[in-house]
């Protein structure tokens, strides 16, 4: 017997008995929906449920005890079963790993698809399910409970950008092929594609898309978005093309560039500021020189530039002149864009509300290695930053503000007219590696990306993706 909390059909506050397979249960009427039974008949008389009473079962038995051993049948069994009961929400709910706390995560498990395993594109949803692009334009979707689901090839040589789009469509591009490209990712078929063109200028032909908005909708709120994705020709024209998410149609350009300086060069990185009605874009080289780049912020409404930087020098410079940085990457919830410099490996941040001529704030790296940020990757996840480097896999987190004194923050140019109490300070901030010597062994960081409660990252010359997680266990205090 069992009693179940939750939404769906049925009477609340009443019990209803099942007779699954000849064997009772007792559960609350209110977390049942049975479209197919009815659950009106009187109370003494139980209703009959023609299915296998252990499933039930151990699908009641993995909601009441999430963190017990693992469930004696797949999760995807269990998830099946449920659906029929109305109880799949909370059985995911279950089985999903907890809250992730960057300072307390580790490996978990080792994904490897069966062919070509190595990864070239991920796009995480916020369910903790995958897509994941590997070998030879390959696609592997992953169910939120980390079960293969399919697996297909397109027709596509390598996929090097790649997004979810609920409730089963995988956006790609490839730097083999011009065009945006639309996939069933569970029946494996192609569903559009959508090419950059423009009749009145014959360099825009062949485009190849570089880089799409990398942030899934959280919920169905966002289903409208649109999805952005920045196109490259051969001539180096390029623009980012917004896509509307329900036609597959191009709706508009947004920050057409010539490409012929660094500063005009195809955006790597773009994500859609739908709150603020903006899209933050950057573009990073490398070479014998070192590093070079810009972020930009166009409004997406007029597609005029709002702000931007380059580094080194150029408008809107950093301080740290000759410390360029290595990777950007924006946390929508916080408002804030992060870089990691490429030469001292140093954090910095920016309040996208108070944006000014310098407006970083630096916080140094902990003291474990050199520290340098060649190479580094950063990416923001559930107010959390993570930044890949030589030694290790750094994770920042941001403290409570009310910890220091408004009146002892410095003076920060581009904010005078912002109260003290709501600036940025590097005293908010704490980091620390999370990764043992024996993860940094196994090669540096090349692709992270987290979705739900976790953590995807990929290495250098490895086989396979990893997935980082936070345990039950984390923050418990031995007595």
Request: negative net charge.
């Amino acid at each position: 017997m069992a009693t179940i909390a939750g939404g769906g059909g049925g009477k609340s506050g009443t019990v209803k008995q099942l007779n699954v397979g000849g064997k009772l249960f007792s559960l609350e009427a209110s977390s049942l929906s049975l479209s197919s039974l009815s659950l009106d008949s009187p109370p003494p008389t139980p209703t009959f449920v023609d299915r296998d009473p252990s499933l039930l079962s151990a699908v009641l038995a993995a909601i009441r005890a999430p963190s017990s051993a693992a469930p004696a049948f797949p999760a995807r069994v269990l998830l099946d079963e449920a659906h029929f009961y109305g109880l799949h929400a909370q059985l995911l709910a279950a089985l999903s790993p907890p809250p992730l706390r960057g300072f307390s995560v580790s490996l978990a498990s080792t994904l490897s698809p069966a062919s070509e395993p190595f990864p070239t594109a991920l796009a995480p949803h916020h369910d903790g399910s995958l897509c994941l692009a590997h070998g030879a334009g390959q696609v592997t979707y992953y169910s939120p409970t980390l079960d293969h689901i399919s697996t297909f090839r397109t027709h596509l040589h390598r996929i090097t950008s790649l997004r979810q789009l609920p409730p089963s469509l995988a956006i790609l591009g490839s730097g083999s092929a011009p065009g945006l490209h639309v996939y069933d990712f569970l029946e494996g078929r192609h569903v559009a594609s959508v090419q950059w063109s423009d009749p009145t200028d014959t360099r825009v032909s062949k485009a190849k898309v570089v880089a799409i908005a990398a942030r899934p909708p959280a919920d169905a709120a966002d289903m409208d978005s649109a999805i952005l994705a920045s196109f490259e020709c051969p001539h180096r024209e390029n623009c980012i093309l917004a896509v509307d998410p329900v036609t597959l149609k191009p709706m508009q350009e947004i920050g057409r560039q010539s490409g012929s300086a660094a500063k005009s060069s195809t955006p790597g990185r773009v994500v859609h500021l739908q709150e603020l009605g903006l899209v933050f874009a950057s573009s990073v080289s490398s070479g014998a020189f070192g590093y070079s780049g810009y972020m930009r912020l166009w409004d997406i409404r007029s597609g005029n530039v709002v702000w931007e930087t380059s580094e080194p020098g150029g408008s809107g410079r950093s301080s740290r002149f000759g410390d360029p940085f290595a990777d950007a990457d924006v946390d929508l919830k916080q408002q804030a864009i992060y870089k990691v410099c490429s030469k001292s490996g140093d954090v910095a941040v920016a309040d996208l509300r108070c944006l000014g001529n310098d407006p970083w704030v630096y916080m140094s790296s902990g003291p474990r290695g050199s520290g340098e940020g060649y190479g580094s990757v950063l990416h923001c996840h559930q107010s959390q930053v993570f930044v890949s480097r030589k030694d290790g896999l750094e994770v920042w987190s941001r403290l409570k503000e009310q910890i220091c004194n408004p009146d002892d923050l410095p003076e920060q140019s581009g904010t005078k007219e912002r109260p003290k109490s709501e600036r940025i300070d590097e005293r908010f901030y704490r980091s620390c590696y999370v990764d043992t010597d024996e993860d940094a062994k196994r090669g540096m960081i090349n692709m992270m990306s987290g979705g739900g409660d976790r953590l995807f990252v990929t290495r250098d010359d490895m086989q396979g993706m990893e997935v980082w997680e936070t345990t039950h266990l984390a923050g418990a205090i031995s007595l």
